[in-house]
């Protein structure tokens, strides 16, 4: 198993050469960078290049980057404005596109294989306006990504709009067969539950979001903390798809702790999810 770690762990951090070699000391062998300004400035070639310099040194694979979320990203809030590229006003829908563009010409400097979209907010339902806007936005993107050497992976979140029958049928129905998919084991748990969730997604997965929560809300916590049952939803999972741990740091609020503390802690859960693969592998 390929150690994949998501840097949302850090997102009111900086993203720094120090703490991608605190990263890679704990074991990682791949990371997914989150899109927020605050944390990684795609838009400054300078902080591109010095990233990819240290993932160089590191010897870190960037397996993906989760495309920016939110206009002004704010590390004292837990959320700001979101970008939505299904939004059915054009200017706000354009405005998503660009700023997604922006993230993806990151790979003229730091080649990565995946993007990882959200396709709605919670609050988006999924009427046919919406899901226009999200069609004609995907295929744009798209384009833009494979012309980079990048697939796009539409994710499943919480809300109808990107829940996985509605995000299947976006590929089926507009034949943008080139678009892939990124199954979230956390939101899938929360929604429809992870098995009911997986099916619809299964024949366009190509990584996945490995956190657990309680079935109440996205806590983004350590598989084993919350309430999935984590022994049938591995075994459900396609055998060697790329599993990126997807963490909250805690406590969120508070002044941050050593990265050691949550990288450490990200290190038992490895160690504990690969033990739970092993043993499927030998049932099965």
Same mark, same amino acid.
């Given at each position: 198993?390929?150690?994949?770690?998501?840097? $949302?762990?850090?997102?009111?951090?900086?993203?720094?050469?120090?703490?991608?070699? /605190?990263?890679?000391?704990? *074991?990682?062998?791949?990371?997914?960078?989150?899109?927020?300004?605050?944390?990684?400035?795609?838009?400054?070639?300078?902080?591109?290049?010095?990233?990819?310099?240290?993932?160089?040194?590191?010897?870190?694979?960037?397996?993906?980057?989760?495309?920016?979320? /939110?206009?002004?990203?704010?590390?004292?809030?837990?959320? %700001?404005? #979101?970008?939505?590229?299904?939004? +059915?006003?054009?200017?706000?829908?354009?405005?998503?596109?660009?700023?997604?563009?922006?993230?993806?010409?990151?790979?003229?400097?730091?080649?990565?294989? $995946?993007?990882?979209?959200?396709? *709605?907010?919670?609050?988006?339902?999924?009427?046919?306006?919406?899901?226009?806007?999200?069609?004609?936005?995907?295929?744009?993107?798209?384009?833009?990504?494979?012309?980079?050497?990048?697939?796009?992976?539409?994710?499943?979140?919480?809300?109808?709009?990107?829940?996985?029958?509605?995000?299947?049928?976006?590929?089926?129905?507009?034949?943008?067969?080139?678009?892939?998919?990124?199954?979230?084991?956390?939101?899938?748990?929360?929604?429809?539950?992870?098995?009911?969730?997986?099916?619809?997604?299964? /024949?366009?997965?190509?990584?996945?979001?490995?956190?657990?929560?309680?079935?109440?809300?996205?806590?983004?916590?350590?598989? $084993?903390? *919350?309430?999935?049952?984590?022994? %049938?939803?591995?075994?459900?999972?396609?055998?060697?798809?790329?599993?990126?741990?997807?963490?909250?740091?805690?406590?969120? $609020?508070?002044? #941050?702790? +050593?990265?050691?503390?949550?990288?450490?802690?990200?290190?038992?859960?490895?160690?504990?999810?690969?033990?739970?693969? %092993? %043993?499927? /592998?030998?049932?099965?």
């Amino acid at each position: 198993m390929q150690r994949i770690l998501s840097t $949302y762990v850090f997102i009111k951090r900086k993203l720094t050469p120090g703490l991608l070699s /605190e990263i890679a000391r704990h *074991g990682v062998n791949a990371v997914e960078i989150f899109c927020a300004r605050s944390h990684f400035n795609y838009h400054s070639a300078d902080a591109v290049r010095e990233i990819a310099g240290t993932l160089r040194d590191q010897n870190l694979t960037l397996h993906a980057l989760h495309s920016p979320a /939110e206009r002004d990203f704010n590390p004292m809030h837990e959320s %700001s404005a #979101p970008l939505s590229i299904c939004d +059915p006003e054009r200017v706000r829908r354009l405005e998503a596109v660009d700023e997604i563009k922006r993230a993806l010409d990151v790979a003229e400097y730091l080649p990565f294989r $995946y993007l990882v979209q959200h396709v *709605g907010s919670q609050r988006d339902p999924a009427d046919q306006r919406r899901f226009d806007a999200a069609f004609s936005s995907l295929e744009h993107l798209h384009i833009f990504a494979k012309e980079r050497g990048v697939t796009v992976a539409i994710e499943n979140t919480p809300g109808e709009m990107a829940a996985p029958a509605h995000l299947r049928q976006l590929i089926v129905a507009t034949r943008l067969t080139g678009l892939r998919m990124c199954f979230d084991m956390g939101h899938a748990h929360i929604g429809d539950g992870v098995l009911p969730s997986l099916e619809p997604m299964r /024949e366009f997965l190509v990584t996945a979001h490995i956190h657990d929560n309680n079935g109440m809300k996205d806590e983004h916590l350590l598989p $084993y903390e *919350g309430t999935i049952e984590w022994k %049938s939803a591995l075994r459900a999972l396609p055998q060697d798809l790329p599993l990126v741990f997807e963490l909250k740091e805690k406590p969120a $609020y508070a002044d #941050p702790a +050593p990265a050691f503390v949550a990288l450490s802690a990200a290190r038992g859960a490895f160690d504990r999810i690969e033990r739970a693969l %092993s %043993s499927t /592998e030998e049932a099965n």
